[in-house]
């Protein structure tokens, strides 16, 4: 059985850090490349960042460009996400996804709230 369990989320002040992880079972990890995908309240999901399966490659949306940083351990079956310089726009459920486009298995997500 897939399984995606996310971990880190919490409450922040504008231009704090967080770093999200996600444990990942039930299939091989190192096969996949994987994403991270936030639902803001009111809106619909939002691709966040995607890593190749192997790491080597990473993509970002413009709008967390040069704040968050996608990694992966292959060894560990882990993904992480560290998300700096926070911003009240970045509140939202995070979710780690299965793939770069097509997300066919999605975590329960961990809720992320920026806020003075």
């Known amino acids: 059985e897939v399984q995606l369990v996310e971990s880190g989320g919490g409450m922040v002040q504008p231009g704090g850090s967080l770093r999200l992880s996600c444990a990942a079972s039930?299939?091989?990890?190192?096969?996949?490349?994987m994403s991270w995908v936030r639902q803001a309240p009111g809106k619909g999901p939002e691709w966040v960042s995607g890593?190749?399966?192997?790491?080597?490659?990473?993509y970002y949306a413009d709008s967390v460009k040069g704040r968050f940083t996608i990694s992966r351990d292959n060894a560990k079956n882990t993904l992480s996400l560290q998300m700096n310089s926070l911003k009240p726009e970045d509140t939202a459920l995070y979710y780690c996804?299965?793939?770069?486009?097509?997300?066919?298995?999605w975590g329960q997500g961990t809720q992320v709230i920026v806020s003075s």
């Open positions: 039930g299939f091989t990890f190192s096969s996949y490349g």
């Open positions: 996804a299965r793939g770069l486009s097509e997300y066919n298995y």
């Open positions: 890593i190749s399966n192997g790491g080597g490659n990473t």
